[in-house]
């Protein structure tokens, strides 16, 4: 491939502070235009979304993600890119539910009809599935919001539950119900809709899509849907290579060759000479902005952007930073590295862990990042299941 020219690492970095709102003088005025930096926030926990937020807010606040997510409800939560649940802004829900939710909703409802058969709820999978899903909308229909719980418990169509492993000492029956709504909601035919719980625990309470968003624009095709994704995420977090985007997008080679070819993307190097894309009008090279530092939450769409992360991540610190299945931990990062990673003492306040390497102004900088963090958290302890090594209490190399 031909270059058009080389964007070093350095520059990808000024790139990520800038475009991703972590850079003080980049910092943002709303949830949305958070969401619209990142182009989707990761939803599996539920604080990483309200503190991905506040990372980037020039005026951070908890409320500000609950008035987006429920109250003008222009964030929507949506499952997507590699069965993850995200926070999509609702014009961009029609391109997902054409390509990466679609793409999770026929591997979802095709597990679910094999493990109905496999567990002994039904003869024929598919056809109770179906009736599952039917059951569901159908009681949805006149507005309501349900939990999982309280649908399982009115509805007999979507009663079914696992057999225990009684290999596995740990091993329970676990219902159908909840994957019933998993398919549905990848299907963009439900959606969770108020939280039942604190904004740090998520306990949705399910609701038709017409219900909670009004009118419903019909899904993108395949196509339009993965091209738009692409688009965005370039323009994010570009240059990004086809490795970084097949999985981002959990997608196929095939599909993100053909976005790239439809967004007409150009081909860049990178300094350790590889391919990567750019679109069109971005081209000129980004300068760095000024000295800035973030604390970022556990599976931040930041830390967890790229496939090839070695331009912002030390390889030797991955072990103590992610898990063993990949997820990220908290974050520390100063002009574009990871250097570490934050945990809360007894009293909630934000402690930092630091990497040796950090000039003094660094640290006062990250320990005033970590007061402003505190001051946001205003005494709640955030836990999460995704622990890295450092939050365990495990020393830096």
Avoid at 299 to 323: H, N, S
Avoid at 330 to 345: K, L
């Amino acid at each position: 491939m031909n270059f058009v020219r080389t964007v070093s690492d350095a520059e990808r970095r000024a790139r990520l502070g800038l475009r991703h709102a972590l850079a003080p003088g980049a910092r943002l005025g709303s949830a949305e235009e958070v969401t619209d930096a990142l182009v989707v926030l990761h939803s599996t926990e539920p604080p990483t979304v309200h503190l991905s937020a506040a990372a980037r807010l020039r005026d951070p606040s908890l409320d500000e993600v609950e008035r987006a997510l429920y109250r003008d409800r222009t964030l929507v939560k949506q499952l997507a890119m590699r069965r993850t649940l995200f926070v999509f802004a609702r014009e961009l829900l029609p391109a997902a539910w054409g390509s990466v939710s679609a793409r999770v909703a026929q591997q979802e409802a095709a597990r679910l009809a094999k493990e109905i058969v496999r567990h002994g709820v039904a003869e024929d999978g598919e056809a109770w599935v179906a009736t599952a899903c039917a059951a569901v909308l159908a009681r949805l229909r006149g507005g309501d919001e349900m939990s999982a719980t309280a649908l399982r418990e009115e509805l007999p169509e979507i009663e079914g539950r696992t057999q225990a492993d009684p290999t596995r000492r740990w091993a329970v029956a676990q219902s159908f119900a909840p994957r019933v709504l998993t398919l549905l909601g990848a299907r963009g035919q439900v959606v969770r809709g108020h939280n039942a719980g604190h904004w740090r625990i998520s306990k949705p309470l399910w609701t038709a899509t017409s219900t909670w968003l009004g009118d419903v624009p019909s899904p993108w095709t395949r196509e339009a849907g993965y091209a738009e994704l692409v688009r965005r995420w370039l323009a994010r977090f570009g240059p990004g290579t086809e490795a970084d985007l097949v999985w981002w997008l959990g997608a196929t080679k095939a599909a993100v060759r053909q976005a790239l070819i439809d967004v007409e993307a150009v081909g860049v190097g990178l300094e350790d000479g590889s391919a990567a894309w750019l679109l069109p009008d971005d081209l000129d090279e980004v300068s760095a902005p000024e000295e800035w530092v973030a604390l970022l939450p556990t599976l931040d769409p930041t830390t967890m952007g790229w496939r090839g992360r070695d331009f912002y991540l030390d390889p030797r610190l991955t072990p103590f930073l992610f898990d063993t299945n990949g997820n990220a931990g908290t974050t520390i990062w100063v002009d574009g590295h990871i250097v570490g990673a934050w945990v809360q003492d007894e009293r909630a306040r934000v402690v930092p862990v630091v990497h040796a390497g950090v000039t003094a102004r660094q640290r006062a900088l990250i320990e005033a990042e970590s007061e402003r963090l505190t001051g946001v958290l205003d005494g709640e302890e955030v836990r999460s299941v995704y622990k890295s090594a450092l939050m365990k209490g495990e020393p830096l190399p």
